[in-house]
């Protein structure tokens, strides 16, 4: 038994290196696109906006607009108000 874990990591352990390597490296790549593209969002976005605003302008499904918006807010980059029962936002 311990000959053929030896010779499976010997022929077999850079390949599974390299896979595993690859796909961590392929998820990196994924979230860094996915945070550029709301990064740019931010950019086109007025100084006040709602979801609605938010929607119409990224294009995006309400439930995604509150995800991005979230998102935002934890990183620092806009600020929350509430006027009445609506909700506004104010870029930082």
Request: glycine share 6%; hydrophobic share 35%; aromatic share 12%.
């Amino acid at each position: 038994m311990d000959i053929q874990l030896y010779c499976q990591k010997y022929y077999f352990g850079r390949l599974a290196e390299n896979y595993f390597s690859d796909l961590h490296q392929d998820v990196e790549e994924k979230l860094n696109v996915r945070e550029g593209k709301n990064k740019k969002l931010l950019l086109v976005m007025p100084q006040t906006f709602d979801y609605p605003k938010l929607c119409e302008i990224g294009q995006l499904e309400i439930k995604y607009a509150r995800v991005v918006a979230n998102r935002w807010m934890q990183d620092g980059l806009i600020k929350r108000k509430k006027i009445g029962k609506s909700v506004i936002f104010e870029r930082i």
